[in-house]
């Protein structure tokens, strides 16, 4: 097996450029991806298709709950902690959780 070293515009030209996934993830969603794997030691083969099985991408933690008909009562926050909290500390469901931006955005890869 082949394997090729890639920077992040390279990966994030893969998905950009095929046009059944070059919607699936946001720019800087792709990138954030692409630096989670990048940490691996391990080689990592590029599969866009699994890859975007795998993760999905969320605008905000509101995006995530309304998506498992969730409320913030079922969650263990106090009323008047912020909903970002729900993605990193409260999911009910063993996940990767990649944020990034400032919106609360995240990749979430359940397991």
């Known amino acids: ?14 998905f950009l450029n095929w046009e059944q996934r ?41 995006e995530y709950m309304e998506a498992y008909g969730l409320t913030k009562a079922d969650t263990d926050l106090a009323d008047d902690e912020p909903l970002d909290a729900v993605l990193w500390c409260h999911l009910d469901i063993p996940a990767t959780v990649i944020p990034f931006g400032d919106t609360g955005a995240a990749l979430v890869s359940e397991h």
């Not at 699936?24 to 298709?49: C, N, R, T």
């Open 1 to 14: 097996m082949l394997y090729k070293s890639l920077n992040a515009y390279e990966f994030v030209d893969y």
């Open 22 to 62: 070059a919607s699936h993830f946001s720019y800087d969603a792709l990138h954030a991806l692409f630096d989670h794997l990048d940490q691996s030691d391990e080689p990592v083969e590029l599969d866009v298709v699994g890859l975007c099985c795998e993760w999905t991408e969320y605008a905000n933690p509101e």
